[in-house]
């Protein structure tokens, strides 16, 4: 338990073993996710983005995650990523060299460039997000929202909720499809049952969703959250760790930029 400024803050303890990304105020790492972003969607080039990529996978200790774990979370988006790369690179104009043809689909050494930047920077701009929300908890995010950004408390609460709903929605999917399995939902095999037992997996999911939010909200409301002034269990500051972030977030950007400029390859979007 330390004590600065005449306030305690008994969570001071456990932040200082988190990692680096794990310390830093969530408002930080959210400045930090948005200076790449805004770096970034000028332009489709493949460079700027794979140094982006790059610099982001050598990261990823500071966040306490590894390849695997990142693979855990972000599987999803590389699957989208490719899939609109690879459908870019096949409808973009062929000019140059042909690369690849296969019936109708022909692919060009300019469209093969531009899926390969749409991957890329698709890639770039969601592995930050992941590994901001992988370090960042909950309810660090809330009190950030309400103290330093001055958020009305229903968003800062609703947030909080939505967050926290998150994990239990993934163990209620897990929940509801064993027990449909062991009713033999679903278990014939082929594609269409498989496809149907889906979707009645996701109804029975929005339903409970749906109960555990009505539930939540009453007894937020019977508890007096939002109403009148409000005490903070954990002060939300800023620190030198998050100048590290934001400074290491320009130096990602700028290296991207900096170096695809230099060399030739900026391709802006428009």
């Known amino acids: 338990m330390t004590e600065e400024r005449g306030v305690l803050d008994p969570y001071a303890a456990a932040r200082a073993d988190q990692p680096l990304l794990g310390r830093a ?94 991957l890329l920077r698709g890639l770039a701009i969601a592995l930050p997000a992941v590994i901001v929300m992988a370090c960042t908890e909950p309810t660090d995010l809330a009190d950030a929202l309400a103290q330093l950004a ?7 609460l609703g947030t909080l909720a939505a967050l926290r709903l998150v994990g239990l929605m993934v163990e209620e999917w897990q929940t509801i499809g064993m027990a449909r399995r062991a009713r033999g939902v679903g278990a014939s095999g082929n594609v269409l049952s498989g496809l149907a037992a889906k979707l009645g997996q996701s109804f029975g999911l929005l339903v409970q969703s749906i109960r555990r939010a009505s539930r939540l909200a009453v007894t937020m409301e019977a508890r007096g959250f939002g109403a009148g002034p409000r005490t903070w269990a954990r002060p939300s500051r800023l620190s030198a760790v998050d100048a590290w972030v934001m400074l290491g977030a320009v130096v990602i950007a700028g290296l991207a930029v900096g170096i695809s400029i230099a060399v030739g390859a900026w391709n802006l979007v428009y």
Do not use: Q, Y
């Not at 001055?150 to 800062?156: E, G």
């Open 25 to 118: 105020n969530p408002l930080s790492k959210f400045g930090a996710l948005v200076i790449i972003t805004v770096a970034l969607v000028w332009s489709i080039d493949w460079l700027s983005a794979g140094i982006a990529v790059l610099c982001e996978l050598l990261i990823l200790p500071l966040a306490g995650l590894n390849l695997r774990l990142l693979w855990n979370r972000a599987w999803p988006l590389v699957a989208a990523a490719v899939l609109g790369g690879w459908s870019t690179a096949v409808l973009a104009p062929d000019k140059g060299p042909v690369i690849f043809s296969f019936g109708i689909w022909t692919m060009g050494e300019h469209s093969l460039l531009l899926g390969l930047g749409f």
């Open 150 to 156: 001055r958020l009305p408390h229903r968003f800062v």
